[in-house]
């Protein structure tokens, strides 16, 4: 009997592995291209939110918590390592970032101020004879001067020096941590002028010094590189190099980064570079009067007195002296510096925060005198320092 056929039966083809081969490909082309897409649409959400939050500008803070502690009206306060240092008359205390007393050196000083570096600080009593050197641990060690201190520089090694003021012929000391006299230089009026800043390499091998004079009733200045290295032994007063700038203050210096330091007069700043034989590299010139200036290891900032109407103007420059932002400024605040990316004003309880590309971030009222403001990790999330408090605020619309 005949078998009958099924319809629906077809034949098997043989097997083409080629053919196979290409559409598996296909296939994982098609899923990866997928995936692909996901994240890129996904990356670009995620960057466009952080920009919209980082660039987006705010009027208005809240509170998420509050940590009180009576402290006397005196208190100054300095963002140090993980912590806050506390300085005032009576000593200095290194607080956690809930205000809570990590330890406290009691000191008597009459007028205490604070030099920063990295890993170590230095408070010092300005007209008294007495230098404290810190880290985060606790004191690092204890400088006594023979003489009242007019100005003192710290180095990232605990290395200090200061101008010790001494009748019309000042001394510049520079100790190790422990006090022991490492170089000693006596100051001469005829010979380099008087002091008017210094400022310490952060390896502690290099100081800056500018100094003011006048010759036929103009004013000069002088900017002096020191070197207690090796490459200083073979200089007279270990003396490296020098620039001299005529009719100019020069009442700033600050380095940034072992090889580049600044000095700022009251219309230019001046570029050096060299490492341990720094040479001047450019002079820009302001044109405008220097209200205030700040910095950071990448940028140089200044505000300034507008010139053409009232108010002021916040101006950045890289390290090489390009210009990069200016912005104008309306109100007057007495306090400027520069975290990352950021630059924030403050004047009691007002505060204006202005990104490095000028977009401004915040204006408005902190809700409280504050003595520092502290940006840290998380968006729009800063510490905020009173006489009594610290707050923990986030900026808001």
Request: charged letters at 25%.
């Amino acid at each position: 009997m005949a078998q009958k056929k099924n319809p629906n039966l077809r034949l098997m083809k043989p097997l083409n592995l080629e053919e196979m081969k290409k559409k598996a490909g296909q296939y994982r082309r098609s899923r990866a291209k997928k995936w692909l897409t996901g994240i890129v649409l996904g990356s670009m959400m995620i960057f466009g939110t952080g920009m919209l939050i980082v660039n987006h500008p705010y009027d208005t803070v809240y509170s998420t918590s509050s940590y009180k502690r009576e402290t006397a009206d005196s208190n100054q306060y300095a963002a140090f390592g993980k912590g806050i240092v506390r300085y005032s008359r009576d000593g200095i205390t290194y607080l956690t970032r809930k205000n809570e007393e990590r330890w406290i050196w009691p000191s008597q000083f009459k007028n205490p101020e604070i030099d920063i570096q990295k890993n170590v600080f230095a408070v010092g009593d300005i007209g008294g004879n007495a230098i404290q050197v810190f880290t985060e641990d606790g004191v690092k060690g204890e400088i006594e001067t023979t003489l009242p201190i007019e100005m003192f520089s710290v180095s990232d090694q605990g290395i200090v020096s200061a101008v010790l003021k001494n009748e019309n012929a000042p001394m510049i000391v520079t100790y190790d941590a422990a006090g022991n006299i490492l170089v000693e230089n006596q100051v001469s009026a005829s010979g380099n002028g008087y002091p008017t800043a210094l400022e310490m390499s952060p390896d502690g091998t290099v100081l800056m010094v500018s100094y003011l004079s006048s010759e036929g009733g103009a004013l000069k200045s002088k900017v002096v590189c020191y070197n207690f290295g090796e490459t200083g032994k073979k200089e007279s007063d270990r003396q490296t190099g020098s620039e001299e700038y005529a009719d100019v203050i020069i009442p700033e210096i600050y380095f940034m980064g072992a090889s580049r330091a600044v000095a700022v007069s009251d219309k230019s700043f001046v570029v050096y570079e060299g490492g341990q034989n720094l040479k001047k590299k450019t002079e820009i010139q302001i044109g405008q009067e220097i209200k205030s200036s700040f910095h950071t290891d990448q940028y140089i900032g200044f505000v300034l007195l507008n010139k053409d109407k009232s108010g002021y103007e916040v101006r950045l420059y890289n390290k090489n002296g390009k210009m990069l932002m200016n912005r104008e400024l309306t109100g007057e605040y007495s306090n400027v510096q520069m975290v990352g990316n950021e630059i924030i004003l403050y004047e009691g309880s007002k505060c204006c925060i202005i990104t490095s590309t000028g977009v401004p971030r915040f204006k408005g009222d902190l809700k409280v005198d504050a003595l520092a403001v502290i940006p840290v990790n998380g968006f729009n999330k800063y510490l905020v320092m009173s006489a009594n408090e610290l707050r923990v605020i986030h900026l808001a619309i």
